[in-house]
Each structure stands twice: as structure tokens, then as C-alpha cells.
């Protein structure tokens, strides 16, 4: 699989399993520099229902970590087609 075919994947999920999530991003980081990526992943897995009195905040806050998450998946994406157009072979 190819980071691309990783970004749209997460983009597309419906279930959110970190521990499967962060086994793929390991998969990558030995190519790539994912620690931006893996400290977005902590930061939406470490949200606890218990800090929110509301359901409907802790949901949101959640989707905004999510967000920030694929925001950073798709930098490093394009990053990494912006450093093969200017590589030299």
C-alpha cells in the first residue's frame, strides 16, 4: 500500500481502532517521518468522555482531533509528492 492509498483509507473509515491505526502509521515511519501524524493520533486517542459533561461536546471534540489528524496525514502526503516531482533519479 502506498501512503496515498493509507490517507484516503483513514479518510474513509468508520471505525476508529488506534491500535490498528498506529500498527499501519508504524509500517510507514520507517520510510517516512510520521511523528507529526503519531502525535495527532495520541492526542484524539487520549480524549476521555469523562472531561466532558456533555455527550455532544466530547463528540465534537473528538471529530476535531480527527480532523487535525487527517490534516496532518494529508501534509505529509503532500509532501512526499511535492519531494518526488523535484527528486533527481
Request: aromatic share 14%.
Amino acid at each position: 500500500m502506498e501512503f496515498k492509498e493509507f490517507v484516503t483509507k483513514m479518510q474513509n473509515l468508520k471505525r476508529r481502532s488506534v491500535p490498528a491505526i498506529r500498527r499501519e502509521l508504524e509500517k510507514f515511519n520507517k520510510q517516512i517521518d510520521l511523528s507529526d501524524a503519531i502525535d495527532a493520533l495520541d492526542q484524539f486517542e487520549y480524549i476521555e468522555r469523562s472531561d466532558y459533561e456533555d455527550y455532544q461536546d466530547y463528540k465534537e471534540e473528538r471529530e476535531s482531533f480527527w480532523q487535525e489528524f487527517l490534516d496532518v496525514l494529508e501534509e505529509i502526503q503532500y509532501d512526499q509528492e511535492q519531494a518526488k516531482t523535484y527528486s533527481i533519479d
